[in-house]
T-cell receptor
Framework: SQQGEEDPQALSIQEGENATMNCSYK?????LQWYRQNSGRGLVHLIL?????REKHSGRLRVTLDTSKKSSSLLITASRAADTASYFC????????????FGSGTRLQVQP | NAGVTQTPKFQVLKTGQSMTLQCAQD?????MYWYRQDPGMGLRLIYY???????DKGEVPNGYNVSRLNKREFSLRLESAAPSQTSVYFC???????????????FGPGTRLTVT
């Protein structure tokens, strides 16, 4: 089963609004990452947050991590039509397999 | 610097045929990965290679084999294709391996495979 699960599955907002996506996971992690996938393309890495970090910023992106609740959120501020894409969280477990486990994704539609 | 390249981009197979998907990276990365993505779903790990000479099974390895030919190349083989293997296949690489490095992954453009 997927380690990470995103919520909501789909989100539609107007340009200029903020978009928030959530990710929950099941086991102890080394780090959590967010990726973007434009339609018909490969995934692009957005941001990585380590298990000992609580918040991280990159441009219009803000990621939070709550290891006690095993959850993370991705906030995109002042969204643009170009932000329309699917967003995936991925976790690297603390032990065991040295590979990421991806969630099922949130499809974000930003209306111009 | 091409990043991660995959060939072919599209492929149609009949049930029972075999084929090899090719992947290469030019970033001197240690780890390489093969995923499949089915419609409306996230990526599922098929196989990965944490370093040259090693390969390990992921979540859905049945029906597939892999070869880490050298540090640059990681191929995925379907010995006897089945309709359930219709999917989009992505190769990825990351600097990290058995030792240090960053774990962010770089993805290829994907191979769209249809098995009839």
């Amino acid at each position: 089963s997927q380690q990470g699960e995103e919520d909501p599955q789909a989100l539609s907002i107007q340009e200029g609004e903020n978009a928030t996506m959530n990710c929950s996971y099941k086991t102890s992690i080394n780090n959590l990452q967010w990726y973007r996938q434009n339609s018909g393309r490969g995934l692009v890495h957005l941001i990585l947050i380590r298990s000992n970090e609580r918040e991280k910023h990159s441009g219009r992106l803000r990621v939070t991590l709550d290891t006690s609740k095993k959850s993370s959120s991705l906030l995109i501020t002042a969204s643009r039509a170009a932000d329309t894409a699917s967003y995936f969280c991925a976790t690297l477990m603390d032990t065991g397999r040295r590979a990421l486990t991806f969630g099922s994704g949130t499809r974000l539609q930003v209306q111009p | 610097n091409a990043g991660v390249t995959q060939t072919p981009k599209f492929q149609v197979l009949k049930t029972g045929q075999s084929m090899t998907l090719q992947c290469a990276q030019d970033m001197n990365h240690n780890s390489m990965y093969w995923y499949r993505q089915d419609p409306g779903m996230g990526l599922r790990l098929i196989y990965y290679s944490a370093s040259e000479g090693t390969t390990d099974k992921g979540e859905v390895p049945n029906g597939y084999n892999v070869s880490r030919l050298n540090k640059r190349e990681f191929s995925l083989r379907l010995e006897s294709a089945a309709p359930s293997q219709t999917s989009v296949y992505f190769c990825a690489s990351s600097e990290a391996g058995l030792g240090q490095g960053t774990w962010e992954q770089y993805f290829g453009p994907g191979t769209r495979l249809t098995v009839t």
